[in-house]
């Protein structure tokens, strides 16, 4: 069990993992290279440690410890008690959770050892994501994921972070449910999906898009779904390498959704039927 210590100087080397949440370039950098990313919040914490992932260390404020106890007593990592005006100090905002753990990340899988397993075996619905920076979409989106039974998440090399502590937040921590890996090369590696027996459907406004429902209609036995930018959307050799073209009708004049409220629409429409 490790043994609480109190800190009460903001720049203890103790607290180097915590030092500067708010400044995304530098834990866009940082976090990534030095193999690891911040859990906050206690569900968040306990997703994580459930998933398998290993504790660094933890940052809490005293009405915190009762509360983290098992956690605290299972832990084979330092605890740093920490006044919550000095967390703000160090973390750069309010810690309104008062509770934050540094975790160490996890190897990614090659992604097709990823479309080979999902979480009940062979994965059959995967979702790719193209080049989406925001971390409160990703996080949204994981959360879907998670809740609507998609087996894995494929990120192209310029999405963002799903470990960046904004996304993890706005995931719940149920990004750490969901299989996932980053691609090295796209859309080349549309190959890849298609090698290994996926229909690739990208959601755009193409004028060759067949509806959504009539894509579930289909039941595809393997189905990727790709999502892109909500300014410029898919990209064009994305749109060329794709099966099939697919959108969301839409009223009242509507163009389009927020890429995470059509990727909850897409996950739910195409779920697997069975006979």
């Known amino acids: 069990m490790a043994e609480p210590s109190t800190i009460t100087d903001p720049d203890d080397p103790r607290l180097a993992d915590y030092t500067g949440l708010t400044d995304v370039e530098l834990r866009r950098r ?154 090295e090369s796209w859309p080349q590696d549309v190959g890849t999906l298609r090698a290994a027996g996926f229909t690739v459907a990208a959601l755009c406004l193409s004028e060759q898009a067949i509806t959504l429902d009539e894509l579930a209609a289909r039941n595809d036995e393997k189905l990727a779904l790709v999502f892109g930018t909500e300014g410029d959307g898919i990209a064009p050799g994305t749109l060329a390498a794709a099966d099939q073209h697919v959108r969301i009708p839409m009223e009242a004049g509507v163009d389009s959704l927020n890429v995470a409220a059509a990727s909850a629409v897409a996950f739910y429409t195409t779920r697997p039927r069975t006979a």
């Open 30 to 183: 940082r976090e990534p290279a030095e193999g690891l990313f911040i859990a906050e919040g206690e569900k968040v914490i306990r997703r994580a440690l459930a998933a398998g992932y290993a504790m660094r260390s933890m940052l809490l404020t005293a009405k915190w410890l009762d509360v983290m106890a098992d956690v605290i007593a299972e832990a084979d990592a330092p605890v740093h008690v920490v006044e919550p005006q000095l967390a703000e100090e160090v973390t750069g905002y309010h810690v309104h959770r008062g509770a934050l753990a540094s975790m160490a990340r996890k190897p990614l899988p090659s992604a097709a050892d990823l479309l080979g397993g999902g979480r009940d075996g062979a994965a059959r619905r995967v979702a790719v994501f193209e080049d989406i920076v925001d971390h409160a979409n990703m996080g949204a989106a994981f959360r879907n994921a998670a809740a609507l039974g998609i087996d894995a998440v494929l990120l192209t090399p310029r999405c963002a972070d799903p470990l960046y502590r904004r996304s993890v937040k706005v995931s719940m921590g149920t990004v750490f449910q969901v299989p996932w890996t980053r691609l």
